[in-house]
């Protein structure tokens, strides 16, 4: 189950498929389908002819809200960007990494304060309170999980996001422990026969989370 998670705003309406246009109002529901957040975009009209009348239960939609659609403006050119509290926020959405759950929070009440994100919606996911973001200018949602912090662990907690900002996340650097794409040389496992005095625990020990 994944308690983290961006769902960006779609360009057009889920039900007509008509095609948003700049400043036209919109309404964003979320679902919760098999445990997963899914986000559907419909335009005003198609929330009254089928959405609204309904309460959200009977929908099955867990959270819904209005906005307003702004046309996305071109990103910033590669070299010009750097990390920041959002792009460190959506690099952690992006991985679900479970050891960064309280500096996620903290990254998302920062950005909150500074009016890049808002607090759209609290819903409760298997008893737990989500926070419903969502960003002010593109659109994109964000749920994020509260985590059980303790008073004490928040200093520490600041710390590691003091760290995230400054340094970017651990893994980005150490490219050589993940295994991305097909290239990774864990042949061990496909060829055990090549190597029959290698144990096959031995490649797949990294499970230290
Ligand atoms: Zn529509």
Same mark, same amino acid.
Request: aromatic letters at 8%.
């Given at each position: ?24 109002? %919109?309404?964003?529901? @979320?679902? !919760? ?5 899914? /986000? =559907?975009? &419909? ?25 307003r659609y702004v046309s996305p403006s071109p990103p910033p050119p590669e070299a ?19 050891? %960064?759950?309280?500096? @996620?929070? !903290? ?5 909150? /304060? =500074?009016? &890049? ?93």
């Amino acid at each position: 189950m994944n308690d983290w998670n961006i769902q960006s705003r779609s360009r057009l309406c889920h039900e007509c498929e008509q095609g948003f246009e700049d400043q036209q109002i %919109y309404r964003s529901l @979320l679902f !919760i389908d098999q445990g997963e957040y899914a /986000r =559907k975009d &419909v335009c005003e009209s198609c929330w009254i002819s089928q959405y609204s009348a309904g309460s959200g239960a009977t929908k099955g939609f867990v959270s819904h809200w209005r906005g307003r659609y702004v046309s996305p403006s071109p990103p910033p050119p590669e070299a010009i960007r750097k990390d920041t509290a959002e792009s460190i926020l959506r690099k952690l959405v992006e991985k679900n990494l479970p050891e %960064y759950a309280g500096a @996620l929070y !903290i990254l998302a009440v920062m950005l909150e /304060r =500074k009016r &890049v994100l808002k607090v759209r919606d609290q819903i409760k996911k298997a008893g737990t309170r989500v926070f419903v973001y969502e960003h002010a200018k593109n659109g994109d949602v964000f749920t994020i999980a509260e985590p059980d912090l303790r008073l004490d662990e928040l200093e520490k907690i600041q710390h590691i996001v003091a760290d995230l900002m400054e340094n970017g996340l651990p893994d980005e650097k150490t490219d050589t422990t993940e295994s991305e794409g097909g290239e990774a040389p864990e042949n061990n496992i496909e060829a055990p026969e090549e190597t029959p005095g290698q144990p096959l625990e031995e490649s797949v020990s990294n499970e230290h989370i």
